[in-house]
């Protein structure tokens, strides 16, 4: 990709919904931007965010107030450099930042099965950023590098 890619998309707040967010991710990402295992893997990350939001940011207590469920915005920014996803809502405001860093073997033992979007986000892309715009909308920003295609892999690497 030598240009820069813009798109901005509004989806329900309903998980039938996530599929068109996913397919926007992939065809920007992979775009020659990155592999396609690293496309998959920031489609998983945008998805997990974005399911997050619709499973916890509108809870019945929220509707039940006055809130109302609402669409969320997500904008998709490429560059031959970035990947850029911000994802707006106005539902209850959460910081991912804050949650805890996930230990694998406790988790494992307890028999969890869920509980690991916010671990594999963390895990997929370089930056994570979250503001909340007092009385409008929740921000969480996501950044994923390119990593330059024709530089040489140090001995050893595993690069997929």
């Known amino acids: 990709?030598?240009?820069?890619?813009?798109?901005?998309?509004?989806?329900?707040?309903?998980?039938?919904?996530?599929?068109?967010?996913?397919?926007?991710?992939?065809?920007?990402?992979?775009?020659?931007?990155?592999?396609?295992?690293?496309?998959?893997?920031?489609?998983?990350?945008?998805?997990?965010?974005?399911?997050?939001?619709?499973?916890?940011?509108?809870?019945?207590?929220?509707?039940?107030?006055?809130?109302k469920r609402k669409d969320i915005d997500v904008i998709l920014d490429a560059t031959p450099e970035r990947f850029e996803v911000l994802i707006r809502d106005r539902g209850v405001t959460f910081d991912p930042r804050d949650v805890p860093d996930v230990d694998m073997q406790q988790h494992v033992k307890a028999g969890r099965k869920g509980g690991l979007g916010i671990f594999l986000i963390r895990r997929i892309m370089d930056e994570i950023h979250y503001h909340y715009k007092q009385g409008s909308h929740n921000e969480l920003q996501m950044i994923k590098y390119v990593e330059d295609r024709n530089a040489k892999a140090p001995p050893g690497a595993v690069t997929p």
């Open 1 to 67: 990709m030598s240009k820069n890619v813009h798109l901005e998309m509004t989806v329900p707040c309903d998980t039938t919904y996530l599929s068109k967010v996913r397919i926007a991710v992939l065809e920007m990402a992979g775009e020659g931007l990155f592999t396609p295992v690293k496309a998959n893997l920031i489609a998983l990350a945008v998805d997990e965010a974005v399911a997050n939001i619709m499973e916890h940011a509108y809870p019945d207590e929220f509707v039940q107030s006055g809130g």
